[in-house]
């Protein structure tokens, strides 16, 4: 019997074996990230693993490739504020450009609230760009204020000011 898309699309975190599965280059897909070293990936995913369901990693497999086609993450804040509350922070959030439009980045996104949520988290936030402004209010999250850079001086090639919208759950 074949399996639904449901039990094909199973959300886990993050496994040492996953960097042999493409995990980095699906990173690539997102932002900058040069090549890590079998020694480098070790490492940080051993300091990432120390800090236990405080920063969890979460990604998506596709068992036909043998691929990671989606991962997003979240860090647990601990704070003073609100009763010594929590925030849940979500960032680094990539659907392999081949597999979106399937509802793999929302399952990513729903992973990681619940595990903010579980964690006692009395807001779960993120910036992100105008681009995907509407993928997440589908998830769920409402625009809130805006995010702020510091402004770097870099003659060769400045940086622009530019606010990004900063998204509240
Ligand atoms: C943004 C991204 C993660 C979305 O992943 P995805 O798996 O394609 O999204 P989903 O299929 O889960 O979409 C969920 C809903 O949001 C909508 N949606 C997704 N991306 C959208 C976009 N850029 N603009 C408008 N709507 C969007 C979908 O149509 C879907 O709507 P529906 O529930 O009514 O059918 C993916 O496009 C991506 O990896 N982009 C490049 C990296 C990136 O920008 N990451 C975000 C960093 S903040």
Do not use: W
Not at 3 to 27: H, N, P
Not at 56 to 74: L, N, P, R, W
Not at 97 to 106: D, E, T, V, W
């Amino acid at each position: 019997m074949e399996a639904s898309e449901e039990q094909k699309y199973q959300v886990r975190k993050l496994e040492m074996s996953d960097k042999a599965k493409g995990f980095i280059e699906l990173l690539q897909q997102l932002s900058v990230c040069d090549s890590v070293s079998d020694k480098e990936f070790q490492d940080r995913f051993r300091d990432l693993t120390s800090l236990g369901d405080d920063h969890v990693i979460a990604v998506i497999e596709d068992h036909v490739s043998g691929k990671i086609i989606a991962t997003g993450s979240v860090f647990i804040e601990k704070k003073f504020l609100r009763n010594c509350g929590k925030v849940g922070h979500i960032e680094d959030v990539v659907v392999d450009s081949s597999a979106r439009g399937k509802q793999l980045g929302k399952k990513i996104i729903n992973f990681l609230t619940d595990h903010a949520r579980s964690m006692g988290c009395y807001k779960v936030i993120l910036d992100c760009s105008l681009d995907n402004k509407l993928f997440y209010e589908k998830c769920g999250f409402k625009q809130k204020e805006i995010h702020m850079n510091p402004v770097t001086r870099r003659l060769q090639n400045p940086v622009k000011f530019s606010p990004q919208p900063h998204f509240i759950h």
